[in-house]
């Protein structure tokens, strides 16, 4: 399975957007980029995913480089809620249910 | 929809006892999957199942047996719980179709003592 690459930790304040960036610059052809949140003392939570356009549904976006080797989430203003841990995990055609997780980014948004 | 729910919430076992933790859906969803998670360490793969009857080892299956006789249910077995598997267990599952979300349950958190 191909291996992400993400910042181990990020800060926000409140209201601003956040970009949240991912390397998987060894992306097979039919790999789906996905992401997870995980709040304190939660399950992960599906936040988007995308193959190849960019996506956006109405917890984030999810813009995707030309040539897929990297992407970023993007969470248009920042809440006090979206304090998580952000997973980017690509996900085989084929093995749709099967995810490696990374230790993703930990996400701290100030007041 | 309830969605996927784990039972027990917390638990507490002594080593070398057995124990299962389950894990239902309600979504009528093929894929279910099972994963560990340590203090301030990512998700790790423990087993998998692609449908009824089917099952495969993930990233860490030692010490865990699986076994998915319907659609519905995946229960986790611990044969002989040891410390080494204390840890936050959550239960996930997806319709297996082209890059289809996983949903996760709330989470078992095993002590083994």
């Known amino acids: 399975d191909a291996k992400t690459t993400q910042p181990n930790s990020m800060e926000s304040n409140e209201e601003e957007p956040v970009h949240l960036p991912c390397n998987h610059s060894?992306?097979?052809?039919?790999?789906?980029i996905h992401w997870y949140r995980q709040l304190p003392s939660q399950g992960p939570e599906y936040v988007i995913h995308?193959?190849?356009s960019n996506v956006n549904n109405r917890m984030a976006s999810l813009a995707i480089a030309e040539d897929r080797k990297s992407s970023t989430l993007i969470l248009h203003r920042a809440t006090l809620r979206d304090a998580a841990v952000y997973y980017c995990?690509?996900?085989?055609?084929?093995?749709?249910?099967?995810?490696?997780f990374g230790q993703g980014t930990t996400l701290q948004v100030k007041p | 929809n309830a969605g996927v729910t784990q039972t027990p919430k917390f638990q507490v076992l002594k080593t070398g006892q057995s124990m299962t933790l389950q894990c239902a859906q309600d979504?009528?969803?093929?894929?279910m999957s099972w994963y560990r998670q340590d203090p301030g360490m990512g998700l790790r793969l423990i087993h998998y199942?692609?449908?009824?009857?089917?099952?495969d080892q993930g990233e860490v299956p030692n010490g865990y047996n699986v076994s998915r006789s319907t659609t519905e249910d995946f229960p986790l077995r611990l044969l002989s719980a040891a410390p080494s598997q204390t840890s936050v267990y959550f239960c996930?599952?997806?319709?297996?179709?082209?890059?289809?979300?996983?949903?996760f349950g709330p989470g078992t958190r095993l002590t083994v003592t």
């Open positions: 995308g193959l190849t």
């Open positions: 995990i690509l996900s085989a055609l084929s093995n749709t249910g099967k995810l490696i």
């Open positions: 060894t992306i097979s052809g039919t790999d789906y």
């Open positions: 996930a599952s997806s319709y297996g179709t082209s890059g289809s979300p996983n949903y």
């Open positions: 199942s692609v449908g009824a009857g089917i099952t």
């Open positions: 979504m009528n969803h093929e894929y």
